[in-house]
């Protein structure tokens, strides 16, 4: 296993368990633990945990794996969540894309739709997310255009008052939303109040919402919140979402697809 794979489901491991001890990292990774103090000390040298004696924990209450480190777990779903949005979006519409692993995958599908392929623009895609921009903009029937702002180093965010500035000034067709919560009654969220505040202007500007959120982070709820739920026009999640909670979500008047 390489060093980065490695790192990787280290911290998969920390984010589901709070808490990882040597020992028991290097059984689960059938590595020696004198690797995984190693892991652990230049992990923690780059502030993606807090060591402890003879372990580790999470640094931080709202801890957020960078996007870089998260693996592909879901990865199945959140392909076919993302091909399932980008089947709801309508060529030459202003398209909003917010950061996060389920957009990006939206992004990429929307980059292969052949009714895609040309146009002047085929689609104008707003978007905080630099990574997202990045992958877009080689693509030339697209119409780039990308916020101001800081950017997050955990999710390749662009946040702050410049962005503000841009997407205060434009409107668009269709936001497509992701986030780490989503839930009837708290609506949808994220770890970070700065990033949750882009995303939540992202969605005024819109004529439509559309959250795209693998079953997972259904019925959660995180620190920051985005926006409530009835500003959420369709719900794109996978088909293991129980049916109780989609029940939940139509009943407060949204469109569920699952797929």
């Not at 085929?122 to 990308?146: G, M, S, Y």
């Not at 959250?211 to 959660?220: C, E, N, Q």
């Given at each position: 296993m390489s060093r980065d794979a490695r790192w990787k489901a280290l911290l998969e491991l920390l984010v589901e368990?709070?808490?990882?001890?040597?020992?028991?990292?290097?059984?689960?990774?059938?590595?020696s633990a004198a690797t995984i103090r190693?892991?652990?000390?230049?992990?923690?040298?780059?502030?993606?945990?807090?060591?402890?004696?003879?372990?580790?924990?999470?640094?931080?209450?709202?801890?957020e794996l960078p996007l870089r480190y998260k693996t592909a777990r879901h990865?199945?779903?959140?392909?076919?969540?993302a091909k399932a949005v980008a089947d709801l979006v309508v060529p030459g519409e202003a398209v909003g894309l917010t950061g996060g692993t389920t957009t990006t995958e939206v992004a990429r599908a929307l980059a292969v739709r052949s009714d895609l392929a040309s146009?002047?623009?085929?689609?104008?895609?707003?978007?905080?997310?630099?990574?997202?921009?990045?992958?877009?903009?080689?693509?030339?029937?697209?119409?780039?255009?990308?916020?101001?702002?800081?950017?997050?180093?955990?999710s390749y965010e662009l946040i702050g008052p410049?962005?503000?500035?841009?997407?205060a000034q434009i409107t668009i067709d269709v936001a497509v939303l992701g986030v780490v919560a989503f839930d009837v009654t708290h609506g949808a969220a994220a770890h970070d109040e700065a990033e949750a505040a882009i995303n939540?202007?992202?969605?005024?500007?819109?004529?439509?919402?559309?959250?795209?959120?693998?079953?997972?982070?259904?019925?959660?709820?995180?620190?920051?919140?985005?926006?409530?739920i009835d500003a959420v026009d369709t719900l794109v999640t996978d088909t293991a979402a129980p049916a109780e909670t989609v029940r939940g979500f139509e009943e407060a008047g949204l469109s569920v697809v699952t797929v």
């Open positions: 368990r709070g808490r990882l001890d040597v020992e028991e990292a290097a059984t689960e990774l059938a590595v190693r892991d652990f000390d230049q992990l923690a040298e780059q502030q993606m945990l807090v060591r402890t004696r003879g372990g580790a924990v999470v640094h931080g209450v709202s801890y990865a199945s779903e959140k392909q076919r969540i146009g002047s623009p085929a689609l104008t895609v707003v978007t905080n997310a630099l990574n997202i921009a990045n992958e877009l903009a080689v693509r030339p029937q697209f119409k780039i255009v990308v916020t101001g702002g800081v950017a997050r180093p955990q410049l962005a503000d500035g841009v997407l939540r202007l992202l969605c005024e500007r819109a004529e439509r919402v559309i959250v795209a959120a693998d079953s997972s982070k259904l019925g959660r709820r995180a620190f920051a919140r985005i926006c409530a």
